[in-house]
Structure formats: C-alpha cells, structure tokens
C-alpha cells in the first residue's frame, strides 16, 4: 500500500507521513530560527566520539613505561606511537561501511552502535595490563566508533540551509575540543594515587589500574550521551517506490516540484539511482577535498601526540619537563579558548571569507608558529606556561578552523542520499592518514631525541621542521588546478 503523502505549497516538495526524513524536512520549513535543539545533539555526540582519540596522549608515555616493553626510555615514544595508531586502524577498515550503512538504514542506528562502543573499550584499555591488550582495545574502539563521519552527514541535514555551516562548526568545535579536553582528562586523572594521594589509596583499583579513571569518566559520559540518543531524530528519507527500492526524491532536482497530473509519471527508482548517483570516486571536488583533509589529518593527529611526549619529556632531551597534570592544565585552557573564537567568530568569518579562504589562512599562520615551538624550551617559569597556553591556544583554534572549512566543501559536494557513504569515505581515507601520524609522529620523536648534537636541526627542531613539511604540502594542495570547490 502506497504511502500517504502531502505536500507543502511554498516548497513544492513532496513529503511522505511515515518518512523520518520528511518529517524533519517539514520541521525545518516551520522552524526559522536557529535549531538550538539539534545543535546540542550534534555536540555531544561529536564530543563523545572524539574524546577518546587523543586522551591517551599525556598518560601512554608512562602507560608503555609501566608495561616494561621497552628497553631504553627513548624506545618509549616508538611504542607509544603504535598505540595511538591502532585506533586509526581500526576506523580506516570500517568508516566507509559505516557511511553505506548509514545511508541504507539511517544515522541514528550508527550513532548508537559508536557511542557504545566508547563506554564497552575505552574502559577495557583503562584497564590494560599488557601492551598487547591496550593495542587490542584501542583497534576495537576504532573499528567500532565510526560516528563521526555519520555526524557531520547529520549535522548537513538537521538545519536549514542558512545553518548549515553553524552546525558544522559545532561538528569541528566539538571535535576540537574533544581532541583537547581528551587528553586534559587523561593528564588530570591518570595515576590518580600518586597525585591525589588522600582521596585515591594505593590499593584501590584506580591504584591498581593507574589509567582507568580518565578512560572511565569518558565512558560515563558515554553513558549519558547513549541515553539522551534516544530522543536523537532521525533524518535520512526512507521512500518505498515501485519494485520497493528505498529512494529520495529530494535528491533530485527535476522531480522535486512534481505537478498533480505528472505524478503518474515518476521515475524508476533503478533510473533515479543511475541517473543522480554518480560514483563518488569520480566526483572530483569531493575527492579532492578529502585528499586535502587527509594531509591536514596526518598533521594534526602527528602534532597531538607529539606535543604531549615532547612537553612531558626530559628537559636533557629537549622537553619541558612537564608533568601530565601539567599538560592537562594547557590543554584545558586551549580547550576553553578553541571553543569562544569558533561558536562566537567562526560563522561570521566564514560568512565573510568562504570556508576555502578560512582554511588557507589557517595553514598559513599555523607554519611560522610551528617553527617557534622548540624555542619555547629556553624560557622558565610563568613566561614559559603564558607562551605554552599561547601558543597551543593559537595553534588548535587554527587546526580547527581548518578543518571546519573542509567538512563545509565535503558535503557541498554530494546530495544527502550520498551524505553518509561521502563522510564515510572520507573517515576512511582519513583515518589510514591518521594510522600514520601517531606511529610516525612516535618513531620521528624517539629518533630526533637520539640526534641532539646534530649540525642540521638538532633534537626537536627536526620534529617540528617536518610538521611543517607536511602542513605546506597541505597548503599547496588547496590551490588550483588540485583542488575543485564545489557549486553549492
């Protein structure tokens, strides 16, 4: 039996009653103001699925350290590095099947399966023993936790057209401060018996597991995020046509305003699907543009772990000598920082600029400020916590801004039937970049801390020169004839 359907005047669109999809299509044309609702949805599930990226980062130093796997400290960083990868692993084998999945049975069903994956592995690594068990829960977690192409394709669909880049700014900000509150939570939990002696003994389990409090609290808070899912709307078309193939009729351009007496007349889904679904490798300025954030990925997920084993390593090495509470502490405040500029500037400079320009900007400030890093190790004192919490502060607003610019051209690029298989893809394509930057930015950081006498870049200047390499690749790309911005 065909569905009911009604169809609203002004909008000339069909709308069918039992299609979640449309009924979030009519809410958005009765609902003109900024969708506050939806808005605080997009974030805390971005945030849930991004805190565990990087909140290892202040705490794996010493958590490969307690393993006793490696034999000189300075093997430590090359351990360390495979941890933080196997993440990225994991979500690189399954990020493009997550998008299909998400585009066949809607996003809702992903973004429950992600978030609970967080409160199941990120408390088993917590739990770690043994280099092998947190490698194993790590590359679960990410196999598990795809969620975040699913919410920027969400994110594109949820608001009228004139919120669009807000609420994929909330995707970015929510991300950015995951990737900074992460690793704050593991620098101010972790080994919560050594440095909160009065509340936490010795022979408590957070004493006998010194890196399960951060791992836990983020896993409570994917608890609360599972739970407020619930009321999560859902808004991919689900549409039985003739032969009862599913298909989106707002996806397509010449049958979206369908007259009374032409209704008769409306295409096979199989045509539908041949005729405005091209393949996705042969779009040319969504490729490109995820070729551009892979780049940008590899850096910025390389800069992450880098910068916590370089401000927690030995001052004889060319750290800061920093303890993790002392990295929590940076991250923290970066993180309060990223989060004003990006919900109260961003928008309007994007409204301004366009996100190609933001994105530019962005990593073109970021190289000079790179170069200045390890001469940050001369300073003492409060000059050196001021220009740290500066500097980091200047840095993650700029990675963020960058970033938001490219989710805004990837989804410009595809209609919403190929939203969550575009997102996927570029989650996968992504995360093979990012499975490189921990372990390379690991393997680079152990070597650089081996040349300390070295004529050419001596110790950590090397690091952050080939941080630098990478992010004027980067650039480079973002400039024609490489990079084809999208129409609308």
Same mark, same amino acid.
């Given at each position: ?21 449309? +009924?979030?299509?009519?809410? +958005? ?60 692993? &994991? ?6 099947? %997550? ?32 280099? %092998? ?48 509150? &992460? ?19 010795? &022979? ?26 619930? %009321? ?30 032409? +209704? ?19 779009? %040319? ?20 772990? @880098? ?25 923290? @405040? ?115 801390? +081996? ?38």
């Amino acid at each position: 039996m065909e569905e009911n359907r009604t169809s609203l005047l002004e909008s000339g669109v069909e709308y069918y009653e039992n299609c979640p999809g449309c +009924k979030m299509d009519r809410l +958005k044309q009765e609902e003109v103001g900024v969708p506050y609702k939806h808005l605080s949805f997009i974030w805390i599930v971005s945030l849930c699925s991004t805190l565990p990226t990087t909140s290892l980062f202040p705490f794996v130093y010493f958590m490969i350290r307690d393993f006793h796997i490696a034999k000189r400290e300075e093997d430590i960083g090359f351990y360390a590095g495979f941890v933080g990868s196997s993440f990225m692993v &994991g979500r690189a084998l399954t990020s493009l099947f %997550w998008g299909v999945v998400a585009d066949r049975f809607g996003r809702k069903p992903i973004i429950l399966i992600g978030t609970f994956s967080v409160v199941v592995f990120n408390a088993l690594f917590g739990l770690s023993t043994s280099f %092998w068990m947190a490698l194993s829960m790590r590359f679960l977690l990410g196999c598990l936790n795809s969620v975040l192409g699913t919410i920027r394709a969400y994110a594109s669909e949820v608001c009228r057209e004139e919120y669009r880049a807000l609420a994929l700014s909330v995707v970015s900000t929510s991300r950015g401060i995951g990737l900074i509150i &992460g690793p704050a939570i593991g620098g101010f939990f972790a080994q919560p018996a050594e440095k909160y002696p009065n509340v936490f003994s010795e &022979g408590s389990i957070f004493g006998r597991f010194p890196y399960f409090l951060p791992c836990l609290i983020i896993s409570v808070y994917a608890i609360g995020v599972l739970i407020a899912c619930r %009321w999560l709307p859902e808004t991919l078309h689900k549409h039985v046509g003739k032969g009862n193939e599913r298909y989106d009729p707002h996806d397509m351009s010449e049958t979206s305003s369908i007259e009374s007496g032409e +209704k008769d007349n409306i295409v096979e889904p199989e045509e539908i699907r041949q005729a405005h679904k091209p393949s996705l490798l042969k779009n %040319w300025p969504l490729m490109s543009t995820i070729i551009v954030y892979c780049v940008f990925s590899l850096q910025e997920i390389a800069y992450a772990e @880098i910068f916590s084993l370089w401000t927690v390593s030995d001052k004889k090495y060319g750290g800061l000598s920093f303890s993790s509470q002392d990295v929590g502490e940076v991250l923290a @405040i970066s993180g309060l920082g990223l989060l004003l500029f990006q919900l109260l500037l961003y928008p309007p400079v994007e409204k301004v600029l366009g996100p190609l320009t933001v994105t530019r900007l962005s990593a073109a400030i970021s190289i000079p400020l790179l170069s200045c890093f390890p001469y940050i190790t001369m300073l003492s004192g409060v000059i050196l916590h001021v220009v740290i919490n500066c500097a980091a502060l200047l840095r993650n607003t700029l990675s963020v801004s960058l970033v938001t610019g490219l989710f805004i051209l990837q989804n410009n690029a595809v209609p919403q039937s190929q939203r969550g298989a575009a997102n996927g893809l570029s989650m996968t394509a992504m995360s093979v970049f990012k499975a490189f930057g921990p372990a390379g930015g690991g393997v680079l950081f152990s070597w650089a801390q +081996k040349r300390q006498a070295a004529a050419f870049l001596p110790g950590d200047q090397m690091v952050f020169f080939v941080l630098n390499v990478v992010q004027f690749v980067g650039l480079l790309l973002t400039f024609k004839p490489f990079l084809a911005e999208p129409r609308s």
